[in-house]
């Protein structure tokens, strides 16, 4: 098993950036592919972007492309996710999540085994 926590979230103007942090604990960091998912107030949860257990792999919702950077360090039993030219359809909490590295699919809320608690972001205009 893997225990997440996320931080680093909070209030931020249209335009400005944020970095998340997921620190995981438990069973080897390096085990897991990751994932940043988000929910917004009355909407289903969604795919933010993803991450390969080696790092090597990354991946986006069209939505933040170009916005938004996934990375990890496994010396550090962190992901990451870097938000930048943030726009207020980007507030939401923010959730990281962990598969084992042997799944080959980790784009999709239903491939995911373990939860954090999330971290609200919230974007004014």
């Known amino acids: 098993q893997v225990q997440l926590v996320e931080s680093g979230g909070g209030l931020v103007q249209a335009g400005g950036s944020l970095r998340l942090s997921c620190a995981a604990s438990?069973?080897?960091?390096?085990?897991?592919?990751m994932g940043w998912f988000r929910q917004a107030p009355g909407k289903e949860r969604e795919f933010v972007a993803a991450?390969?257990?080696?790092?090597?792999?990354?991946y986006y919702a069209d939505s933040v492309k170009g916005r938004f950077t996934i990375s990890r360090d496994n010396a550090k039993n962190s992901v990451y996710l870097q938000m930048n030219s943030l726009k207020p359809e980007d507030t939401a909490v923010y959730y990281c999540?962990?598969?084992?590295?042997?799944?080959?699919?980790?784009?999709?809320?239903?491939?995911?085994?373990?939860w954090g608690q999330g971290t609200q972001v919230t974007v004014s205009s």
């Open positions: 991450v390969s257990w080696t790092g090597g792999s990354t």
């Open positions: 999540a962990a598969v084992l590295r042997s799944r080959n699919s980790y784009q999709r809320i239903r491939d995911y085994d373990y």
């Open positions: 438990g069973r080897a960091f390096s085990a897991y592919h």
